[in-house]
């Protein structure tokens, strides 16, 4: 398992410069806000040159704009075709010249450009591969959990290939499932977890991009 596809030799940055990413989002873009935060306030090394929203009007965006990211709108009804919608999302990050992929709450299924392959990294939010595929997204996700009895929890960050929650792990974060939560307070206690798991991966990417010259190998890693 790599981390990440690292960028041809001959344009392969220095140590210090951040990573440059696109950021895939369908909702209120919390995560994003939280990845602004931790570049902001503890030099997380990312350069952000674009987030796609799936529609318009997402809090999302209105986050990206006010800090100054470029922002563009690709809704998944106006492109029917599979490859046609993947050149829509992926052409505008490769005119961005973003070398890595965020998917920070995207709920659309886009298949994965070859060029892009490893190269494109989500936050899942439990333990894959427990409750993931299609379907298994947000609340459905934390009651399933509750349902099923689990007495741990957490979120994954891992690659996207072409199939649900299905690509290799990068790093995981757990925490523990409560006698009483309902599927609000299980959220929040995972949604805690992630805001520290994807800026983690998004570190040792860029370690291994940058400081390796060859990503060394992904981690599947477990934190608590």
Not at 23 to 50: C, K, M, Q, W, Y
Request: proline share 7%.
């Amino acid at each position: 398992m790599n981390a990440g596809q690292s960028p041809p030799d001959s344009d392969r940055p220095g140590v210090d410069e951040p990573l440059r990413v696109a950021v895939f989002l369908s909702g209120s873009g919390r995560t994003l806000a939280n990845l602004i935060r931790h570049r902001d306030e503890s030099g997380l090394p990312i350069d952000f040159r674009l987030v796609i929203g799936s529609r318009s009007g997402l809090k999302g965006l209105q986050i990206a704009e006010s800090a100054g990211i470029t922002t563009r709108v690709v809704r998944k009804s106006d492109h029917p075709d599979p490859q046609q919608y993947c050149r829509a999302m992926f052409d505008p990050c490769r005119d961005a010249d973003a070398e890595l992929v965020v998917m920070a709450g995207f709920l659309k299924h886009v298949l994965i450009p070859t060029d892009f392959e490893n190269r494109v990294i989500n936050i899942h939010p439990s333990l894959l591969p427990a409750f993931g595929g299609q379907g298994m997204y947000g609340h459905r996700v934390h009651q399933a959990a509750i349902d099923r009895g689990v007495r741990i929890s957490g979120c994954t960050v891992h690659f996207v290939d072409n199939h649900y929650d299905n690509g290799p792990i990068l790093w995981q974060r757990s925490c523990p499932v409560r006698p009483g939560d309902d599927a609000d307070a299980l959220a929040d206690r995972v949604f805690q977890q992630e805001c520290q798991a994807l800026p983690e991966a998004i570190r040792m990417v860029h370690q291994d991009w940058r400081h390796s010259g060859e990503p060394t190998g992904g981690r599947d890693t477990m934190r608590q």
